[in-house]
Each structure stands twice: as C-alpha cells, then as structure tokens.
C-alpha cells in the first residue's frame, strides 16, 4: 500500500531556531502534497499545498516567509519553520495523493510533533 | 460558519452498543466524502469514503445526504479498539486538498 513517511517523527527546538520537516512518499510519486497542522484538541488545518517544481500555494492566515516549502522531487517535500516560536508548536501532518490512481485518497505520513521551547 | 461541522462528544458508550455520528458540510459543490479515524498523537487513517448511495463496510455504514448537505457513519456492536476521534472530511471542487471537521471523540466502554 501507499506510504508516506516523516521526519523526525518529534523535535524540540529553542524558539528563533529553524526546524526542518521532510515528507517523501516511499512507493508512489506525488506532484502535490500537503501540509496540515494540528493544534491540541482541534482539527486539522491546511497550511498549504506543496508543488512539484513550483512554488507552494498557501493558505489565508498561514505566513509564506516563515513556512518554507520546498518540492524538489516527486517523492519528496519539505517544510521549514523559520525562527520557531512556542505558539508554532503543534502537530504537523503531510499528505500525499497518488498519481497514478483515479482516486482522490490521500496518505497521510505519521506526524512530526514540534514543541518550542 | 465552519466548512464542516461535527459534534465534538465525547460519545461514551458500551460494547455492543451501536452509535451514529452526523456531519454537516457547507459547501453545496463538495465533490467527495469520508470518514477518517485519528487515535491520540497519531496521523489520520481512512475509514471509508462516503457515496451517496450510502456504502457499509462490516460494522460501518456511511451515508450521504447532497440535498441537506449531511453525512453520517454509524457503527454497530462497538469495540473497544473503536474509541478514537472520527473525522468527518470533505474535499470541494478544484480542490485535491482535504477540509476536516474537528472531529467527534468516541469511548467505548467495558
């Protein structure tokens, strides 16, 4: 089946301190994946999609300077917190949709869990 | 308005008892339809997509009402191993990205 892994799968960093978050999909190619994040106790929430040779689409309310994306291959795509701060510690998810299938599933990696400190 | 609304429970039930969960979307153009399961600390699974001529997969069943923009799943003779977070998830047109509902918690109890 389709896997999408992450790391690292947790991080603690000192707040104004850069993390860097990869999400490769391990047996399939993605031209799209997607950043969510998950705040304790609420949904997930899309932080923006992320695309293959170009540039990363964001979501209203979610600062382009300070989430780096970059989707350098098909199988391959990262995400940078610039100068963390504590309020950015949360749980972040990627996900992935297949290519080659006609379906719209997504998979989803296993989660990085940030805390800032 | 939220884009997709559930209630956030918690459900508390026990084993055996069967228990159903509702949704709403607000988006009339929403084009798919699923339910995924989130356990504490972990990434979400699918469950099941959700079509409107309402899908059953053992002890699941999901329906799809377009016209009052309403999904549900109910799950019968529940099992421990079914308390998680059920999120209710939509993707609308031109959209490959997902839109979660915040989720409704359920406990199953011995």
């Known amino acids: 089946g389709a896997v999408v892994s992450q790391h690292p799968s947790w991080v603690i960093c000192k707040s104004g301190t850069s993390v860097k978050i990869e999400c490769r999909s391990l047996d399939f190619q993605a031209t799209t994946m997607f950043w969510y994040r998950q705040f304790p106790k609420q949904s997930l929430m899309l932080m923006a999609t992320?695309?293959?040779?170009?540039?990363?689409?964001?979501e209203q309310g979610v600062e382009k300077d300070k989430f780096l994306i970059n989707h350098a291959s098909l199988t391959l795509s990262t995400l940078t917190v610039t100068s963390a701060h504590p309020e950015d510690s949360s749980f972040y998810i990627c996900?992935?949709?297949?290519?080659?299938?006609?379906?719209?599933?997504?998979?989803f990696g296993p989660g990085t869990r940030l805390t800032v400190t | 308005r939220k884009e997709v609304e559930q209630d956030p429970g918690p459900f508390n039930v026990p084993e055996g008892a069967t228990v159903a969960f509702n949704c709403t979307y607000s988006?009339?153009?929403?084009?798919?339809f699923f339910w995924y399961r989130q356990d504490c600390r972990k990434e979400p699974k699918l469950l099941m997509s959700v079509y409107s001529s309402g899908n059953e997969d053992g002890r699941f069943t999901a329906q799809l009402n377009r016209a009052s923009q309403y999904i549900s799943l109910l799950i019968r003779d529940s099992k421990l191993s079914d308390s998680a977070t059920y999120l209710c998830?939509?993707?609308?047109?031109?959209?490959?990205?997902?839109?979660f509902g915040s989720g409704t918690r359920l406990q199953v109890q011995p």
């Open positions: 998830v939509v993707r609308g047109t031109g959209r490959r990205a997902l839109t």
């Open positions: 988006n009339s153009a929403s084009q798919s």
């Open positions: 992320s695309n293959e040779g170009s540039k990363a689409t964001y």
């Open positions: 996900s992935a949709r297949d290519l080659d299938t006609l379906s719209y599933e997504q998979y």
